[in-house]
């Protein structure tokens, strides 16, 4: 899984597969829209607005993680 918090778009996106996949996305608002596969597997999650739905005021929030085995990532 990855996360991503991109702040000039003020965008969170959450990966729960890796790879390309071929995804149809399903608007659950206009700020909110799931991934999914052709098998209906969720691929990822966009929040558009991020600060505003997810409550953070920072441009790098701070993010906790519960019972994960977390690998570091080189930032892009």
């Known amino acids: 899984m990855r996360i991503t918090y991109d702040p000039r778009a003020d965008a969170v996106y959450s990966r729960f ?21 052709p098998r209906g597997g969720v691929v990822g999650l966009e929040i558009l607005s991020a600060r505003e ?15 994960l085995n977390l690998t570091a990532a080189s930032s892009a």
Not at 17 to 37: C, K, M, Q, S
Not at 53 to 67: C, G, M, Q, T, V
């Open 53 to 67: 739905h997810l409550k953070f005021s920072a441009d790098e929030p701070e993010l906790e993680i519960e019972n």
């Open 17 to 37: 597969v890796e790879g390309p996949r071929e995804v149809t996305t399903l608007r659950l608002t206009e700020d909110i829209a799931i991934n999914y596969d």
